[in-house]
Structure formats: structure tokens, C-alpha cells
């Protein structure tokens, strides 16, 4: 707890729509009250309520897309009085929840549509004493992948995190 203002920074390694979304969607469950959002210049502001050691904060969320699978937020808490205590458990709840809400957004299925064509796993025949080491494209993304880190079945790009299967 603290008697300042307070802010924190958190980076995940997804869209920023998906994380907008999150922001949004975890308010409630964080103890805050949404206030206001906009997607466009990613501004979310909120407030807590009164509780035994506060009067209540104004916190600003501040979604930045870092690149097409990383975002980071950034949270601002203004106290609503002057001489008032800030939570910090506040901020662990809202990224908490944050992360727990786009963690369960990986395990859902896939609509059909949206799921890629399974990709052949190609057969390695490297020359003796070598150690060849074959890749192939991302069927999402089209960054190179290890054919030995792949497996038969579902598999989770680490470039782009989109699921796509292999035979």
C-alpha cells in the first residue's frame, strides 16, 4: 500500500485487440467500475470504490501494441482524495485476471474456418555424423519453425502463439 500515486507495466505476448478486449472484459471481476474505453487511442479509465483503508481510486489503463503479438499495459492509479491509501493489490488483481482471461482465450477452440490445414512433417535424412536440422513455415505466420520441435497433431507457433496442426 502506498499513500502516492502508483503505476505498473505488464508486456503480453498477444494482439493488442485481444488485449483490449481483456482490459475490458476484467474490469469488473478486479473490483473496478468501468468508466470510459477507446480502442483507438487504447485509453481504458475505471475507479475503485471505498473500502476500510481508502476512499477510493481513478485508474487509468493504457494498451499499447508493441507488434502484431505483443502489447503491454500500463495502469495509473489518481486516489480520489488526497490523504487516502492506495491498494498496489489492485493492480496484481486487474493483471491477474488479465492474464488469466487471455490464457483461457488460447484454450478455446478454434472456429472451423480459422483452423489451418494440417502441415506434412517432412522425414529428415541427414548425412552421417551430421546433424541436420529441418524447418518449415508457419502455415499462420510463415516464420520458420524446427520440424523436431513439432508433433503429430495440435501444435502452438512461438513466433505468432496461433495453434495449427501437423500430420
Not at 15 to 35: E, H, Q
Not at 50 to 67: A, C, H, L, M, P
Amino acid at each position: 500500500m502506498s499513500i502516492a500515486s502508483q503505476n505498473a507495466r505488464q508486456k503480453f505476448p498477444f494482439p493488442y485487440d485481444d488485449v483490449f478486449d481483456g482490459v475490458v472484459a476484467t474490469i469488473p471481476d478486479s473490483g473496478f467500475r468501468l468508466k470510459s474505453q477507446d480502442r483507438l487511442i487504447g485509453r481504458v479509465t475505471a475507479s475503485a470504490g471505498t473500502s476500510f483503508f481508502s476512499r477510493g481510486e481513478n485508474v487509468t489503463i493504457i494498451v499499447e501494441k508493441i507488434d502484431k503479438g505483443n502489447t503491454v499495459v500500463g495502469i495509473e492509479s489518481a486516489l480520489k482524495v488526497g490523504m487516502n491509501v492506495a491498494d498496489a493489490r489492485n493492480f496484481d488483481r486487474l493483471i491477474e485476471s488479465l492474464s488469466s482471461y487471455l490464457w483461457a482465450k488460447t484454450q478455446s477452440p478454434a472456429p472451423a474456418e480459422a483452423v489451418a490445414k494440417p502441415v506434412p512433417r517432412p522425414q529428415a535424412h541427414a548425412p552421417k555424423g551430421a546433424a541436420a536440422e529441418l524447418s518449415i513455415p508457419c502455415p499462420v505466420c510463415g516464420r520458420q519453425l524446427r520440424v523436431s520441435a513439432l508433433k503429430k497433431g495440435e501444435n502452438w507457433c512461438p513466433h505468432c502463439f496461433e495453434k495449427f496442426m501437423a500430420e
